[in-house]
């Protein structure tokens, strides 16, 4: 069963094999950092999410834990193809499965609460969540996805705020690799036109990239989340840094629309 020191253990766990990339790969070194600073804030912003929601104890330690192990398969990926795009290498939700089976990190909890955790996993890094007839794989999937975005939107606009006052900054990988011209694809605009999720298998370039982020809003599962990037203002910043035309103009209005009819208010956005 999970437990507050069992969760301690695998915090402890989780430096300790991050510092051992760190150690072995010094080159990589930034991008291993971020990514394991990632997944901790991942782990706070889960709870702070579970706690709006008046989750119990369990259930919160539960998707601590969640958050803490959803991308432990970056490490692996980007030492291996020096890339954390997935589709240049491999599904990195699948491989933070693996590095929690060779290192038998499940094996204390029940087997509900590890099938809970193994398939939330899976499923956030989905274009859709896969049912499941257990209802909380579904419910901690929405907690997983939404707490994903939240830092995601975090990491990203700090990101783009620096390159912008410091071209040298620039790191093609937090990029997916991706050229950085004004074009926006046609299937990337009508998809945000239309208040849908972006694929990736339709992204050309950065900005494609930026509006696949910016279409995250259209997945976010829970009111509180909603809530939150509108707070944080973090879509403004991705608009502040993406060409000045029709097409974003647009796509800030249906932006704008959709804050209003989430959160039920007039919004100055």
Not at 78 to 84: C, I, L, N, Q, S
Request: net charge negative; hydrophobic share 35%.
């Amino acid at each position: 069963m999970l437990t507050e020191a069992l969760v301690q253990f695998y915090q402890h766990w989780f430096t300790n094999y991050t510092q051992k990339y760190i150690q072995q790969y010094p080159n990589l070194k930034e991008n291993i950092q971020i990514k394991a600073e990632h997944c901790r804030k991942v782990s706070d912003e889960i709870v702070e999410l579970a706690k709006n929601l008046n989750l119990q104890q369990n259930d919160i330690l539960l998707a601590k834990t969640i958050g803490l192990f959803h991308d432990v398969g970056r490490f692996k990926q980007y030492v291996k193809y020096k890339t954390f795009s997935d589709s240049k290498s491999q599904n990195h939700a699948e491989l933070a499965i693996e590095v929690l089976n060779e290192n038998n990190l499940l094996k204390d909890l029940s087997d509900n609460e590890a099938e809970i955790i193994q398939k939330s996993i899976l499923n956030h890094n989905r274009a859709e969540i896969i049912i499941d007839q257990n209802e909380k794989v579904n419910f901690f999937s929405k907690l997983i996805r939404d707490a994903d975005k939240l830092d995601i939107w975090r990491l990203i606009t700090e990101y783009y705020m620096v390159k912008d006052q410091d071209a040298e900054k620039e790191n093609k990988s937090l990029e997916l690799e991706l050229p950085d011209n004004d074009r926006i694809s046609d299937e990337v605009f009508e998809a945000i036109k239309n208040e849908q999720l972006v694929l990736k298998e339709s992204m050309r370039t950065l900005n494609d990239f930026k509006l696949l982020q910016i279409g995250w809003l259209f997945d976010l599962n829970f009111d509180y989340s909603v809530k939150r990037v509108y707070e944080k203002k973090y879509l403004n910043k991705i608009f502040e840094s993406l060409p000045k035309n029709k097409k974003v103009e647009l796509i800030q209005n249906v932006v704008t629309n959709y804050f209003e009819k989430r959160i039920k208010m007039n919004i100055p956005y």
